[in-house]
């Protein structure tokens, strides 16, 4: 592992009081009667049942995953100066979501514009989501986590070994060297030439759909807010304008809708718009290479 930057001084940021509870997990029954090998999470706090899971799934109290990740992140190269936290409980606790940006990690050589250094967290008792978290590049032009097209940067582990600060500090000292591919990789994006048609139709194909029984159908309404997002990046007709697209999709969800599934739809748009990018959009990277 490499010399932390962390000066001993520092503190890590703590997370909100809300998502700091020991879940409790308690025998489901239905009509009096139990369920076999199905088992109720259940928030002490407030008693709402939160999640239900089998006889396997154990559940642990935030904190535990949040002090032992900030163990590994302060023993890793990574400098953590200035870093600042935003944490996000979702349904009552059943799912959490948190950012840390590090803006001591500069991607601007490689990149071309300014940009940092995001790390994404996410973790729940209901088994929504699996515990991750995911290094990104963050361009500040428009805030948009640029998720990694080729390879997720990150960790997604087992609970036993993701509370392993030796595990999490030895991974997290290897994100600086990925993310200045990744953003050298987006920057040559921009000579991909991607017409607004041709865009059109990729998020016509690939984003803005949904099945029915009788097929798969275009979401209008999702593919004109698309559109209109695609429209509002002055960045040519190339394959960078649809990737900020994308990941605009992935992080500004929050921002653009209200209520309380808000962190919810977060969580599941940040995982649609990644197979997109890993699969359809890689392709399309891959095919523009070829010719």
């Not at 953590?80 to 996000?88: F, K, N, W």
């Not at 009552?92 to 500069?106: E, S, V, Y």
């Not at 969580?267 to 890689?282: H, T």
């Amino acid at each position: 592992m490499q010399t932390s930057i962390a000066s001993s001084s520092f503190v890590a940021p703590a997370l909100p009081a809300e998502l700091c509870f020991d879940p409790v997990r308690e025998q489901a029954t239905r009509n009096g009667t139990p369920i076999e090998g199905r088992y109720w999470v259940v928030n002490p706090v407030n008693d709402k049942v939160i999640g239900i899971g089998k006889n396997i799934h154990r559940v642990e109290n935030y904190n535990k995953m949040w002090t032992a990740m900030w163990d590994g992140l302060a023993a890793s190269s990574l400098d953590l100066s200035e870093v600042s936290v935003q944490a996000h409980s979702v349904n009552d606790g059943a799912a959490m979501r948190a950012t840390i940006d590090l803006p001591r990690h500069d991607f601007q050589p490689q990149l071309g514009e300014a940009a940092k250094m995001r790390i994404s967290i996410v973790d729940s008792h209901d088994q929504s989501v699996r515990r991750t978290v995911k290094a990104m590049v963050l361009r500040l032009a428009c805030l948009n986590g640029m998720l990694s097209v080729r390879e997720s940067i990150g960790i997604a582990q087992r609970h036993t070994l993701f509370n392993d600060p030796e595990v999490v500090g030895s991974v997290a000292s290897g994100w600086v060297g990925k993310l200045e591919n990744d953003a050298y990789e987006m920057a040559k994006m921009r000579s991909i030439d991607v017409t607004e048609d041709s865009a059109i139709a990729f998020y016509r194909g690939n984003v803005a759909r949904y099945n029915t029984a009788s097929g798969v159908k275009t979401n209008e309404a999702m593919l004109e807010r698309i559109i209109a997002i695609h429209r509002s990046y002055d960045l040519g007709n190339n394959a960078y304008r649809v990737y900020n697209t994308l990941t605009h999709l992935s992080t500004h969800i929050e921002a653009s809708r209200r209520g309380g599934d808000a962190g919810r739809k977060q969580m599941r748009i940040e995982q649609d718009i990644e197979q997109v990018l890993r699969g359809p959009f890689a392709r399309l990277l891959d095919e523009a290479a070829v010719h």
